[in-house]
Protein backbone atom coordinates (compact mmCIF):
# COMPACT_ATOMS: atom_id res chain seq x y z
CA UNK A 1 0.00 0.00 0.00
CA UNK A 2 1.71 3.71 -1.19
CA UNK A 3 1.58 6.02 1.72
CA UNK A 4 -0.90 8.54 2.18
CA UNK A 5 0.47 11.50 0.56
CA UNK A 6 0.53 14.40 3.24
CA UNK A 7 -1.23 17.68 2.92
CA UNK A 8 -0.44 21.07 1.68
CA UNK A 9 -0.80 23.93 3.91
CA UNK A 10 -2.07 27.27 2.54
CA UNK A 11 -1.82 30.73 4.53
CA UNK A 12 -4.67 32.67 2.78
CA UNK A 13 -5.28 36.46 2.90
CA UNK A 14 -9.12 37.43 3.32
CA UNK A 15 -8.21 41.23 2.99
CA UNK A 16 -9.17 43.77 5.59
CA UNK A 17 -12.72 43.13 6.19
CA UNK A 18 -15.05 43.67 3.47
CA UNK A 19 -15.86 40.19 1.38
CA UNK A 20 -15.95 41.56 -1.46
CA UNK A 21 -12.09 42.49 -1.46
CA UNK A 22 -10.96 38.57 -0.79
CA UNK A 23 -8.70 37.52 -4.49
CA UNK A 24 -10.33 35.05 -6.73
CA UNK A 25 -7.24 32.88 -6.01
CA UNK A 26 -7.96 32.62 -2.12
CA UNK A 27 -11.56 31.90 -3.22
CA UNK A 28 -10.72 29.06 -4.86
CA UNK A 29 -7.67 27.95 -2.71
CA UNK A 30 -10.35 28.28 0.33
CA UNK A 31 -13.13 26.38 -2.00
CA UNK A 32 -10.02 23.53 -3.21
CA UNK A 33 -9.20 22.97 0.99
CA UNK A 34 -11.33 20.54 2.96
CA UNK A 35 -9.71 21.87 6.50
CA UNK A 36 -10.14 25.71 7.25
CA UNK A 37 -8.30 26.50 10.16
CA UNK A 38 -9.18 29.92 11.78
CA UNK A 39 -7.91 31.81 14.32
CA UNK A 40 -9.84 32.52 17.15
CA UNK A 41 -9.83 35.48 20.07
CA UNK A 42 -10.20 34.29 23.47
CA UNK A 43 -13.59 35.75 23.42
CA UNK A 44 -14.35 33.24 20.47
CA UNK A 45 -14.61 35.56 17.80
CA UNK A 46 -12.80 34.44 14.44
CA UNK A 47 -13.33 37.08 12.34
CA UNK A 48 -11.27 35.97 9.26
CA UNK A 49 -13.12 33.36 9.40
CA UNK A 50 -16.48 35.06 8.82
CA UNK A 51 -15.30 37.23 6.33
CA UNK A 52 -14.63 34.37 4.25
CA UNK A 53 -18.22 33.05 4.86
CA UNK A 54 -19.49 35.78 2.88
CA UNK A 55 -17.80 35.20 0.24
CA UNK A 56 -18.39 31.49 -0.20
CA UNK A 57 -20.03 28.77 0.60
CA UNK A 58 -18.03 26.54 3.74
CA UNK A 59 -20.65 24.40 5.14
CA UNK A 60 -18.82 21.26 4.02
CA UNK A 61 -15.42 22.40 5.29
CA UNK A 62 -13.97 20.84 8.70
CA UNK A 63 -13.31 24.13 10.68
CA UNK A 64 -10.34 24.09 13.12
CA UNK A 65 -10.27 26.75 15.40
CA UNK A 66 -6.91 27.79 16.57
CA UNK A 67 -6.31 29.75 20.15
CA UNK A 68 -4.66 32.50 20.17
CA UNK A 69 -5.04 35.44 23.11
CA UNK A 70 -3.39 38.44 21.63
CA UNK A 71 -0.80 38.49 24.51
CA UNK A 72 2.56 40.65 24.21
CA UNK A 73 4.44 37.71 26.12
CA UNK A 74 6.64 35.97 23.32
CA UNK A 75 7.39 32.77 24.88
CA UNK A 76 3.71 32.23 25.46
CA UNK A 77 2.32 33.32 21.70
CA UNK A 78 4.94 30.80 21.14
CA UNK A 79 3.61 28.17 22.85
CA UNK A 80 0.49 29.04 20.52
CA UNK A 81 1.77 28.91 17.27
CA UNK A 82 3.38 25.21 18.18
CA UNK A 83 0.16 23.96 19.48
CA UNK A 84 -1.62 24.95 16.54
CA UNK A 85 1.05 23.99 14.16
CA UNK A 86 0.65 20.77 16.14
CA UNK A 87 -3.60 20.50 15.19
CA UNK A 88 -2.84 21.39 11.62
CA UNK A 89 -0.01 19.01 11.39
CA UNK A 90 -2.35 16.50 12.54
CA UNK A 91 -4.79 17.27 9.68
CA UNK A 92 -1.95 16.73 7.08
CA UNK A 93 -0.02 13.91 8.21
CA UNK A 94 -3.48 12.43 7.21
CA UNK A 95 -3.55 14.39 3.52
CA UNK A 96 -5.69 17.09 4.22
CA UNK A 97 -4.77 20.18 2.79
CA UNK A 98 -5.50 23.20 5.65
CA UNK A 99 -5.99 26.70 4.18
CA UNK A 100 -5.52 28.98 7.23
CA UNK A 101 -7.50 32.20 6.99
CA UNK A 102 -5.72 35.86 7.69
CA UNK A 103 -6.74 39.18 7.90
CA UNK A 104 -5.27 41.84 5.38
CA UNK A 105 -1.98 39.91 3.71
CA UNK A 106 0.10 37.22 4.90
CA UNK A 107 3.22 38.58 4.20
CA UNK A 108 2.65 41.78 6.84
CA UNK A 109 2.57 40.86 10.64
CA UNK A 110 0.65 37.58 10.05
CA UNK A 111 -0.02 34.73 12.43
CA UNK A 112 -0.55 32.35 9.74
CA UNK A 113 3.12 32.85 8.19
CA UNK A 114 4.39 32.13 11.87
CA UNK A 115 2.86 28.70 11.67
CA UNK A 116 3.75 28.22 8.38
CA UNK A 117 7.52 28.38 9.51
CA UNK A 118 6.73 25.74 12.33
CA UNK A 119 4.99 23.23 9.74
CA UNK A 120 8.15 23.98 6.86
CA UNK A 121 10.22 22.54 9.63
CA UNK A 122 8.58 19.73 10.34
CA UNK A 123 8.29 18.65 6.99
CA UNK A 124 4.98 19.97 5.65
CA UNK A 125 4.70 22.22 1.93
CA UNK A 126 3.64 25.27 2.75
CA UNK A 127 2.05 28.02 0.19
CA UNK A 128 0.90 31.65 0.35
CA UNK A 129 -1.47 33.52 -0.65
CA UNK A 130 -1.32 37.21 -0.88
CA UNK A 131 -4.27 39.47 -0.05
CA UNK A 132 -5.30 43.37 0.04
CA UNK A 133 -3.31 44.71 3.27
CA UNK A 134 -5.64 46.94 5.46
CA UNK A 135 -3.46 50.08 4.95
CA UNK A 136 -4.30 49.95 1.23
CA UNK A 137 -8.04 49.34 2.16
CA UNK A 138 -7.57 52.13 4.36
CA UNK A 139 -5.94 54.72 1.63
CA UNK A 140 -9.07 53.76 -0.80
CA UNK A 141 -11.51 54.67 1.94
CA UNK A 142 -9.75 58.12 2.54
CA UNK A 143 -9.90 58.28 -0.90
CA UNK A 144 -5.86 58.92 -0.89
CA UNK A 145 -2.83 57.78 -1.80
CA UNK A 146 0.05 56.49 0.03
CA UNK A 147 3.08 57.57 -1.96
CA UNK A 148 3.79 59.75 -4.64
CA UNK A 149 6.88 59.26 -7.00
CA UNK A 150 10.25 59.16 -5.19
CA UNK A 151 8.39 59.41 -2.02
CA UNK A 152 8.80 56.32 1.03
CA UNK A 153 6.31 54.38 2.81
CA UNK A 154 7.34 53.24 6.48
CA UNK A 155 5.13 50.94 8.06
CA UNK A 156 4.96 50.30 12.05
CA UNK A 157 3.09 48.25 14.80
CA UNK A 158 2.27 51.13 16.91
CA UNK A 159 3.01 49.50 20.12
CA UNK A 160 6.06 47.83 19.56
CA UNK A 161 8.04 51.24 17.59
CA UNK A 162 10.08 54.26 19.08
CA UNK A 163 7.18 56.48 17.13
CA UNK A 164 9.16 60.03 17.97
CA UNK A 165 11.91 58.54 15.95
CA UNK A 166 9.65 56.99 13.39
CA UNK A 167 7.82 60.23 13.14
CA UNK A 168 11.05 61.98 11.82
CA UNK A 169 11.29 60.05 8.48
CA UNK A 170 10.38 61.25 5.60
CA UNK A 171 7.56 60.06 3.54
CA UNK A 172 4.08 58.73 4.26
CA UNK A 173 3.98 56.72 7.87
CA UNK A 174 1.95 53.81 8.42
CA UNK A 175 1.06 52.91 12.43
CA UNK A 176 -1.05 49.01 12.06
CA UNK A 177 -2.71 48.29 15.02
CA UNK A 178 -2.78 51.17 17.04
CA UNK A 179 -6.48 50.81 18.74
CA UNK A 180 -5.06 49.74 22.16
CA UNK A 181 -2.15 52.11 21.81
CA UNK A 182 -4.07 55.10 20.52
CA UNK A 183 -3.72 57.44 23.94
CA UNK A 184 0.34 57.29 23.57
CA UNK A 185 0.31 57.20 19.71
CA UNK A 186 -1.84 60.54 19.62
CA UNK A 187 0.23 61.87 22.29
CA UNK A 188 3.38 61.05 19.94
CA UNK A 189 1.72 62.41 17.17
CA UNK A 190 1.01 65.81 18.73
CA UNK A 191 4.87 66.18 19.90
CA UNK A 192 5.95 65.67 16.05
CA UNK A 193 3.01 68.04 14.65
CA UNK A 194 1.48 65.57 13.19
CA UNK A 195 -2.20 65.40 14.24
CA UNK A 196 -3.61 67.67 11.26
CA UNK A 197 -2.04 65.42 8.83
CA UNK A 198 -2.72 61.88 10.61
CA UNK A 199 -6.25 60.03 9.77
CA UNK A 200 -7.44 56.78 11.40
CA UNK A 201 -9.70 54.64 10.27
CA UNK A 202 -10.95 51.42 12.34
CA UNK A 203 -12.76 48.15 11.27
CA UNK A 204 -12.24 49.20 7.78
CA UNK A 205 -14.58 47.45 5.44
CA UNK A 206 -16.73 45.52 8.53
CA UNK A 207 -19.48 46.62 10.39
CA UNK A 208 -18.40 49.70 12.88
CA UNK A 209 -16.26 51.22 10.71
CA UNK A 210 -15.06 54.48 11.77
CA UNK A 211 -13.19 56.98 10.43
CA UNK A 212 -11.66 60.01 12.14
CA UNK A 213 -10.24 62.81 9.49
CA UNK A 214 -8.21 64.29 10.60
CA UNK A 215 -7.20 62.54 13.95
CA UNK A 216 -7.64 64.24 16.85
CA UNK A 217 -7.00 64.35 20.49
CA UNK A 218 -9.41 62.39 22.85
CA UNK A 219 -10.27 59.87 19.97
CA UNK A 220 -11.20 56.55 21.09
CA UNK A 221 -10.80 53.14 19.06
CA UNK A 222 -10.94 49.45 19.09
CA UNK A 223 -7.93 47.00 18.61
CA UNK A 224 -8.32 46.97 14.55
CA UNK A 225 -7.43 50.94 13.54
CA UNK A 226 -4.53 51.58 11.13
CA UNK A 227 -3.71 55.15 10.97
CA UNK A 228 -1.93 57.12 7.99
CA UNK A 229 0.51 60.33 8.87
CA UNK A 230 0.79 62.30 5.53
CA UNK A 231 3.65 65.31 5.55
Known amino acids: MEPIKQGIFYCVGVGPGDPELMTLKAVRVLEGCPVIAAPRTKSGEMLALEIAKQAMNLEDKLILP ?8 EDRRQEEYEAGARAIAGQLENGRDVAMVNLGDVSIYA ?12 GFSAVMIPGVPSF ?6 LGESLTVEGEPLHIFPAGASDL ?15 GQQLPGVIEALDRAGA ?23 GTESGYFATIVVKE
Open 66 to 73: IDFSMTRD
Open 111 to 122: TCTRMAEILKKM
Open 136 to 141: CAVAAR
Open 164 to 178: DRALELEGTKVLMKS
Open 195 to 217: LEHSALVENCGLPGEQVAAPLKK
